[in-house]
């Protein structure tokens, strides 16, 4: 069965303390993974899609990286700002491009 | 930037009663989804849908839920007789579908509040 899990559920830093959040994934194949941020009440903002082992992406602080098990999103000196729950979704070569979701992990920079 | 957009932003109804969420794709893409998130829980595929027609479904998308494409810029979800566990957000979502992988762009959401 395709499963997504991210840790931690929660991390609380600094503003400028760097950090890495993580997603193991489990599928039968991969057509693609991609990272969201979700502020409170609203719908996921789109972030990074990544698909082969060995991609990086990179955006403002965040960086995405991606190996054959779990990907890893970096947020380098965060700023209060980036404060959300960021999710990690996969698609499975499977299935009909439906997006398989991690529970998520709730990101709090403290200024 | 072209964005997913959808109405109601908030509904509340009594169990039994149906309700129609709308939602207006991002207008060059093809695909639409719909998803749900119940408060303090990952979000969950509900249906895809292509070419006026359901291409995909989850197990909880039964019965009561139907999608439609009404005209060439609504994409709609109904839930023909609301339970108390149909509460959540329900997020529509669209792509523009190419081989590889498949961004997903998603609207802002229905708060769906069943009483």
């Known amino acids: 069965e395709d499963q997504v899990t991210q840790s931690p559920e929660a991390l609380r830093l600094q503003e400028g303390e760097s950090s890495s959040l993580n997603c193991s994934y489990t599928?039968?194949?991969?057509?693609?993974l991609f990272w969201y941020r979700q502020d409170p009440g609203k719908g996921p903002e789109f972030l990074f899609t990544?698909?082969?082992?060995?991609e990086e992406k990179e955006k403002e602080r965040l960086k995405a990286t991606l190996t054959k098990k779990e990907s890893f999103l970096h947020i380098t000196a965060p700023k209060p700002e980036d404060s959300a729950t960021y999710l990690c979704?996969?698609?499975?070569?499977?299935?009909?491009?439906?997006?398989?979701w991690g529970a998520g992990t709730k990101l709090i920079i403290k200024p | 930037e072209p964005e997913v957009t959808q109405t109601p932003s908030h509904q509340v109804t009594q169990m039994g009663q149906e309700v129609i969420l709308r939602c207006v794709p991002i207008?060059?893409?093809?695909?639409f989804y719909w998803y749900r998130q119940i408060l303090g829980q990952k979000v969950e595929f509900l249906v895809s849908?292509?070419?006026?027609?359901?291409?995909?479904k989850s197990e909880i998308f039964d019965d009561q839920f139907s999608v439609e494409r009404p005209d060439g810029s609504n994409f709609t979800l109904k839930i023909r007789s609301t339970k108390l566990e149909d509460s959540a957000m329900y997020f529509c979502?669209?792509?523009?579908?190419?081989?590889?992988?498949?961004?997903?762009?998603f609207g802002p959401g229905t708060r769906l509040l069943v009483l």
């Open positions: 979502a669209s792509g523009p579908r190419t081989s590889g992988p498949e961004t997903q762009y």
């Open positions: 990544l698909y082969s082992a060995g």
């Open positions: 207008s060059n893409h093809l695909y």
């Open positions: 599928v039968s194949g991969l057509r693609g």
């Open positions: 979704a996969v698609q499975s070569l499977d299935s009909n491009y439906q997006l398989i």
């Open positions: 849908f292509y070419n006026n027609e359901i291409s995909e």
